[in-house]
């Protein structure tokens, strides 16, 4: 599996990073170790998770994806093979939340106990916390890679404005500074990206995991009527899609993926991996044979045609 820098930080990570969003959500324990095992076999050892995973689920109360995947270690004893992404910031509960030093301190050691692990590889502000000075955040950032707890720091969810004044309060203060940005972006949501967030990424040279990748499942080309909606929990997610720019992003899929000898899935995140701007699209998957159409993806090289039918199937008019 060849890999890719993650911004201008030490860390190498294949071209797809696995969403852990789905541990403890649609697949349980035993499924979660068995793709797991598969995915790091494979190379697709980018892991990418969050605290509040799966607080959304009724009797959730968040934690339960890290916890999965910490057990996961412990039986597999493959930490120094997995490079672990989480996040930090969004409700755990009552005063638990945003990205203030103190709940930093309290949230990280609640992770890495998950976790079981003494260190995260990417620790990510999930969301911008504009209560809190960033100054602070970075500040409490810094500690933490002081003391070998945090190798690299990242973003999730910021605005352009809001990572620029980030990174220049990095090189002002010698804090360690943000080194990628989880956006949504996809071959259907493509705009709010392009334009504010793309050139930014460039500019500075951040590593790109983006979200969504497969539009809730959209690009996967099982959704095709209303009908289709009920194959899934995130079914109802995928129903904005369902207009004549989303329909004729999916026949261009199809055409190139027949031409190909792929599959729709792998089409569309060959796509996001051409890209340059983009490092390693965030995926998930329930299934063995859905982390089969994940390995293939990474191998699929879309030829200039393949991607200017994609480019102009899709474009925002």
Same mark, same amino acid.
């Given at each position: 599996?060849?890999t890719?820098?993650?911004?201008?930080?030490?860390?190498?990570?294949?071209?797809?990073?696995?969403g852990?969003?789905?541990?403890g959500?649609?697949?349980?324990?035993?499924t979660?170790?068995?793709?797991?095992d598969?995915?790091?076999?494979?190379?697709?050892?980018?892991?990418?998770?969050?605290?509040v995973?799966?607080?959304w689920v009724?009797g959730?109360?968040?934690g339960?994806?890290?916890?999965?995947?910490?057990?996961?270690?412990?039986?597999s004893?493959?930490?120094?093979?997995?490079?672990i992404?989480?996040?930090?910031?969004?409700?755990?509960?009552?005063?638990?939340?945003?990205?203030?030093?103190?709940?930093?301190?309290?949230?990280v050691?609640a992770?890495l106990?998950? /976790?079981?692990?003494?260190?995260?590889?990417?620790?990510? %502000?999930? @969301?911008?916390?504009?209560?809190?000075?960033?100054? @602070?955040?970075?500040?409490?950032?810094?500690?933490l890679?002081?003391?070998?707890?945090?190798?690299?720091i990242?973003?999730s969810?910021?605005s352009? @404005?809001?990572?620029?004044?980030?990174?220049?309060?990095? @090189?002002?203060? !010698?804090?360690?500074?943000?080194?990628?940005?989880?956006?949504?972006?996809n071959l259907?949501?493509? +705009?709010?990206?392009?334009?504010?967030?793309?050139p930014?990424?460039?500019?500075?040279?951040?590593g790109?995991?983006?979200?969504?990748? /497969?539009?809730?499942?959209?690009?996967?080309?099982?959704?095709? %009527?209303?009908?289709?909606? !009920?194959?899934?929990p995130?079914?109802?997610?995928?129903?904005?899609?369902?207009?004549a720019? !989303?329909?004729?992003?999916l026949?261009?899929?199809?055409?190139v993926?027949?031409?190909?000898?792929?599959t729709?899935?792998?089409?569309?995140?060959a796509?996001?991996?051409?890209?340059?701007?983009?490092? *390693?699209?965030?995926?998930?998957a329930?299934?063995?044979?859905?982390?089969?159409?994940?390995?293939?993806a990474?191998r699929l090289?879309?030829?200039?045609? +393949?991607? *200017?039918?994609?480019?102009q199937?899709?474009?925002?008019?």
């Amino acid at each position: 599996m060849t890999t890719r820098k993650l911004g201008n930080s030490p860390l190498a990570v294949p071209p797809l990073t696995f969403g852990g969003n789905v541990f403890g959500w649609t697949i349980d324990a035993p499924t979660a170790f068995t793709l797991l095992d598969k995915l790091v076999d494979a190379g697709l050892n980018f892991i990418d998770t969050a605290d509040v995973y799966s607080r959304w689920v009724p009797g959730n109360d968040g934690g339960e994806s890290e916890t999965i995947i910490g057990n996961w270690l412990k039986r597999s004893g493959k930490r120094e093979q997995v490079i672990i992404a989480t996040k930090v910031g969004m409700e755990m509960g009552k005063d638990k939340k945003g990205l203030s030093k103190a709940y930093i301190q309290e949230a990280v050691e609640a992770s890495l106990r998950r /976790l079981n692990t003494d260190y995260i590889d990417l620790y990510q %502000s999930h @969301e911008d916390d504009p209560s809190t000075p960033l100054a @602070e955040t970075l500040g409490a950032y810094a500690r933490l890679v002081e003391q070998g707890k945090v190798r690299v720091i990242g973003a999730s969810n910021y605005s352009a @404005e809001r990572l620029l004044e980030a990174v220049t309060i990095s @090189e002002q203060q !010698g804090y360690p500074s943000y080194q990628s940005l989880q956006p949504q972006y996809n071959l259907y949501e493509r +705009a709010g990206y392009e334009q504010t967030m793309e050139p930014f990424v460039l500019k500075h040279g951040l590593g790109v995991i983006n979200y969504y990748a /497969l539009a809730s499942g959209f690009l996967s080309g099982k959704y095709r %009527s209303e009908k289709d909606l !009920g194959k899934s929990p995130r079914g109802q997610a995928v129903k904005r899609y369902l207009d004549a720019r !989303g329909l004729r992003i999916l026949d261009a899929l199809d055409s190139v993926a027949l031409r190909l000898n792929a599959t729709p899935t792998q089409v569309a995140l060959a796509w996001l991996i051409a890209r340059p701007s983009i490092t *390693a699209p965030i995926v998930s998957a329930t299934t063995l044979a859905q982390v089969d159409d994940l390995i293939l993806a990474t191998r699929l090289s879309l030829d200039a045609a +393949a991607i *200017a039918l994609l480019d102009q199937a899709s474009a925002e008019t």
